[in-house]
């Protein structure tokens, strides 16, 4: 079964500290892909990174950067001099299958973490 | 592209009423995908089309519930006889055929509140 776990409730910073949000996976399949979302206020999930499983590399995007790593079963998220407009829920998700042969298979989501950015 | 869209965005109804809630996707995208989401959760998935079939659906999706989506466009889902246990969010989500960089767009959900 597939289950993602992200045990970190709440997190809450000072601005430009760094931070980093744990995401665990299960699955028993070898080929998948992890996402993050993140959910502002508003509601709408917006989408920040994809990896799939055969791709270990991490991967910076500006102030974010990822740490995939299969031994451990995790892909962390860290954020680099947060800032307030970084405040929201983040969730981690997990899609099994080959979606170039499958199709866009369902998500399965963690629990999310608030990140809360203190001025 | 004004990406997904789902309407109404609150909804406040009686217990035992009927309510129905509706996903536009994005137009191209042939897979469509509702999630609800509970205060304090992550969203969990109830079901998922591709063009008009219905391909699969969680244990989560009781009998009062039912998805449709007539033509492979817009989606509806109807819950009837309403219960407080489904005060949620529900999230609407559509994907293209998967190429290379493939992904899922969220629309901004409709909010049930079961009084």
């Known amino acids: 079964a597939q289950k993602v776990t992200q045990a970190q409730t709440e997190i809450s910073v000072v601005e430009k500290e760094d931070v980093t949000l744990d995401c665990v996976y299960e699955t028993r399949d070898t080929t998948y892909y992890l996402f993050w979302y993140k959910q502002p206020p508003s509601g709408e999930l917006v989408f920040l990174i994809r990896r799939n499983s055969f791709d270990e590399q991490n991967e910076i995007s500006g102030r974010y950067s990822w740490n995939f790593q299969k031994s451990t079963s995790s892909f962390n998220f860290t954020i680099t001099a947060s800032q307030v407009v970084d405040s929201a829920v983040y969730f981690c998700a997990l899609s099994e299958g080959r979606p170039l042969i499958q199709g866009a298979q369902k998500l399965v989501f963690g629990q999310g973490t608030r990140l809360t950015i203190n001025p | 592209d004004t990406g997904v869209s789902q309407d109404p965005r609150h909804k406040i109804t009686k217990r035992g009423q009927n309510v129905t809630f509706r996903c536009d996707p994005i137009?191209?995208?042939?897979?469509l995908y509702w999630y609800r989401q509970t205060l304090g959760q992550g969203p969990e998935f109830l079901t998922y089309f591709q063009n008009e079939a219905q391909l699969e659906k969680s244990r989560l999706l009781s009998d009062r519930f039912s998805a449709e989506r007539p033509k492979g466009s817009f989606s509806t889902l109807e819950i009837q006889r309403t219960e407080q246990g489904d005060s949620a969010m529900y999230l609407c989500a559509s994907s293209v055929r998967p190429a290379l960089n493939y992904g899922y767009t969220f629309g901004s959900g409709t909010r049930l509140t079961v009084v």
């Open positions: 137009s191209e995208h042939n897979r």
